[in-house]
Structure formats: structure tokens, C-alpha cells
């Protein structure tokens, strides 16, 4: 395996792979071991350098156990679902070599070698943001480039599905969508890429991290529950969503905004119907997000026309995606008329990612904001309702590129000597 016995080298890939958001939710298992949906979603990636996990993985004849640190803190390998991508990746590894390091494994001692695994989110895990998808698309990346698995992105998606279902969507950048397949094995449900991320790059997207001090119902038992109580969702994933789908790879294909934004919008409060049409009922949203629902309703209302999309996975955050710049500092001037930050609060963290978008809103201090009119979708004074501090904050970002190796050492996080978190 190495040049010579006892040999302590320390062999490693740095990958960084971005989260997704669904705009066509996935809902419901049909195989719950093989994570297997009942139904194909569509997502939108979103910029890695605002919302993304970097992970580096080693592999070295000094490691004694497979090891996995996540943010900081060592937690245990031995769930099914983190075995599964293992399992699935070292099944596939091949022969590897080299020969400026002096490194030679062939096909057969990938099984012998353990691996350390260390893996960041940049952003706040208790936000409540896609953390999983980016981070199991990361750890299955990575390990594929490490051992030299030479499966396309596709079939690797299938390996990050079992990880967490909208895993599999994070191996693409710009539009995926994940088709559920009919195999019985899983074969054939894989994600694929609908366009990259430059094809409609004029989006811009707002996320508004809502406070929220309620423990919320995981996506996995929120899911079983609802496929096991709920009379709404066989009619959803049978008639409802595949026809969704086919209309949103139009609209997505087209640029075509107002299609997509309604499709979104509807996806998103389907997908919160079920959750409240289970036993017992699931309630993802809170009455934060829903004030914001009711803002972007009213201004799409009066435009005539969507001019933004919202959609909420299994938490209050708000993701909304707006047509372009213009509209997204119409709607971020809007957001914080409606959600001003707490009076301790500094804009600098109140508005974070692409900041930019913040003056082009006109909001250069505090003051602006406390200065800012109703919009003129608010006709009477007494529907006006500033509430300070119901948003944590927001990430103001794009849809972004898929997964990338970072080939520079330095961004590893992990000791080349040690092989330990550094
Ligand atoms: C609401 O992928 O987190 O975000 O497959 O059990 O790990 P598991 O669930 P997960 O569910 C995501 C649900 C959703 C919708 C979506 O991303 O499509």
C-alpha cells in the first residue's frame, strides 16, 4: 500500500459543494432505507461563497477508525446513512498513485484504509438552512475524489441520495432536478442538471433567517408521518406534482419569471398543506413567515405580475427569489420597512452576502431603514406593522455553481502531518 511499512503519510481532497433550495419540494419516501421519493423535485443551487459546506477527507495506514468532526466537534460515523455513503464510495474506488509523494493503493487496500472526514458549513447550522444537502454532497464529492471514483456526477447523486434525499440535488450548479425512478434498487433516482448556473443569472435571491424559538419536526419523521396520516399527498405526488414539474422545466428553460415564481409559490404552500394535513399536524412556518408570505402576495398583487417567488422548507426561513437586481432592492426595501432589525442590531450583520444589493435598496445606515416609506401596496395605515426583530437577518445571494475541489493545500482542513482537524 505505501512505499514502505509503517509509512505514516497523510493523503487528502478539499471539496466545497453549495445547498439547494427546492422550488418543487420533495416530500414523502417511498423505499425509506434506499431514500427513495415518491415523487421528482426540481432545486436552485445556491452561491457557494454565501451558503455552502467545505469538507476535507484523508486517508492514512496511521488511521486507526474512520472519524468524522463536523463544525468543530467529533460526532459518530456509525448512523446507516453516513455508513451507506461510505460503503458506496470505497466500493467503487480504484487503483490510485503518487508518484511525487510516493503513494501507491491500489483498487483492494481502500477497504483497509480508514478515513478522517472534517467538514465546515459557512454559514450558521442553527439557521436552519439546507445544511444536510450541502453537507452529505460534500462528503460524497470528496470521497469520490479522493479514492479515484471515476462515476459522473449522476451516479454520484445517487450515492449522496442516500445520505439525504436533497443531497443529490447539491452535485449540480444552476437548476437540478431529481427524478424519483421507478427501480426498486434505487438505480435510476439520480439527480440531473437542468441548466447551469449562468443560464438565468439575472436572479437574485433573499433569505430571511426568522427567529425561531420552537423545536422543529426533522424532515425525515416530518415526512414518514405525513406519507403514513395524510389523505392529500398521494394526490399530490400523483397528479399534482408531475405536471409541476413539466411546467417548471419550461419555465426554467424559457426565463419565463411569472410561471415560475407562481409554481414556486404554490409548491411551497402545498408542500406546507400536507405538513398541516398530517396527524398530528406539522406547522414549519411561523407567524413571521407568514407575514412575509402575505407581503410579497400583496406586492406581487399589485404589480400585476409575480415579481418575486417565496418558498419555505421544513422551517420559518423565507427564501424569496426576485427577477433581477431591481426587484430584489424593491423587495429588500420592503423587508425591512416590515422587519426592522432589533435596536441593538448593527446593518452590517443585519445584511449579509451579497451587500451590494443593499444600496441599491438606497440603505446605507440604520436611519434609511427607520426612514423608509410604506410601499404602495399598503393602502390603509392601520395594516402597517413594523415588527423589530422577528428576523435574525438576511443573506442576500444567487444561484450558484455545483461542487468544486479546492486544489490549494491551504484550504484544507485538515494537518497534512497529522492528518487531525487543523
Ligand atoms: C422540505 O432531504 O432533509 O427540504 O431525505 O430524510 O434526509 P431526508 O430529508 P431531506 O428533506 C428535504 C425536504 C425539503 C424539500 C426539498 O428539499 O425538496
Redesign the pocket.
Given at each position: 500500500m505505501a512505499k514502505e511499512s509503517g509509512e505514516k503519510w497523510v493523503l487528502s481532497v478539499t471539496a466545497q459543494t453549495p445547498t439547494n433550495i427546492?422550488v418543487i419540494?420533495?416530500?414523502g419516501k417511498r423505499d425509506e432505507e434506499l431514500?427513495l421519493p415518491i415523487n421528482d423535485?426540481i432545486?436552485v443551487t445556491l452561491d457557494p461563497g454565501h451558503l455552502c459546506t467545505t469538507t476535507s477527507v484523508a486517508v492514512s495506514p496511521a488511521f486507526t477508525h474512520d472519524r468524522i468532526w463536523l463544525n468543530g466537534k467529533e460526532v459518530s460515523l456509525s448512523g446507516g446513512r453516513f455508513q451507506n455513503c461510505l460503503r458506496e464510495i470505497r466500493s467503487r474506488a480504484t487503483d490510485f498513485e503518487d508518484e511525487k509523494k510516493g503513494i501507491k493503493i491500489a483498487k483492494k487496500d481502500w477497504e483497509k484504509l480508514c478515513v478522517h472526514i472534517v467538514s465546515y458549513n459557512n454559514f450558521p447550522t442553527a439557521a436552519g438552512l439546507?445544511s444536510?444537502?450541502a453537507g452529505l454532497a460534500c462528503l460524497v464529492f470528496s470521497l469520490a475524489k479522493l479514492m479515484n471514483v471515476k462515476e459522473d456526477h449522476s451516479q454520484l447523486s445517487a450515492i449522496a441520495r442516500q445520505g439525504?434525499?436533497?443531497?443529490c440535488r447539491s452535485l449540480y450548479g444552476g437548476f437540478a432536478k431529481w427524478i424519483m425512478g421507478k427501480e426498486e434498487n434505487g438505480s435510476d433516482s439520480i439527480a440531473v442538471q437542468l441548466a447551469d448556473e449562468k443560464h438565468w443569472d439575472d436572479l437574485v435571491i433573499i433569505i430571511a433567517v426568522v427567529s425561531s424559538k420552537q423545536k422543529e419536526t426533522s424532515?425525515?419523521s416530518g415526512?414518514r408521518n405525513t406519507v403514513e396520516t395524510s389523505a392529500l399527498i398521494k394526490h399530490r405526488a400523483e397528479v399534482v406534482v408531475p405536471k409541476r414539474i413539466k411546467e417548471m422545466e419550461e419555465a426554467i428553460a424559457k426565463r419565463d419569471f411569472p410561471s415560475f415564481a407562481r409554481l414556486a409559490c404554490a409548491d411551497s404552500n402545498q408542500?406546507h398543506a400536507v405538513c398541516l394535513d398530517t396527524l398530528p399536524p406539522i406547522f414549519y412556518m411561523n407567524d413571521t413567515s407568514h407575514r412575509i408570505i402575505s407581503c410579497v402576495e400583496k406586492w406581487n398583487r399589485h404589480e400585476g405580475t409575480p415579481q418575486v417567488a417565496y418558498t419555505f422548507?421544513?422551517g420559518p426561513n423565507a427564501v424569496m427569489i426576485s427577477q433581477n437586481r431591481k426587484t430584489a432592492a424593491n423587495l429588500l426595501q420592503r423587508l425591512l420597512f416590515h422587519f426592522p432589525p432589533a435596536s441593538d442590531a448593527d446593518l452590517n450583520s443585519y445584511v449579509i452576502g451579497d451587500k451590494s444589493i443593499l444600496k441599491d435598496a438606497g440603505i446605507h445606515d440604520l436611519k434609511d431603514i427607520d426612514a423608509l416609506a410604506p410601499p404602495p401596496e399598503i393602502k390603509d395605515n392601520a395594516s402597517i406593522q413594523r415588527s423589530r426583530g422577528d428576523v435574525s437577518y438576511f443573506i442576500c445571494t444567487r444561484p450558484g455553481r455545483g461542487p468544486v475541489v479546492l486544489a490549494d493545500e491551504s484550504q484544507s482542513l485538515i494537518n497534512p502531518e497529522t492528518g487531525m482537524p487543523k
Open positions: 427546492a419540494k420533495y416530500w431514500i423535485s432545486s439546507a444536510s444537502a439525504s434525499g436533497s443531497a424532515s425525515t415526512m408542500f422548507d421544513a
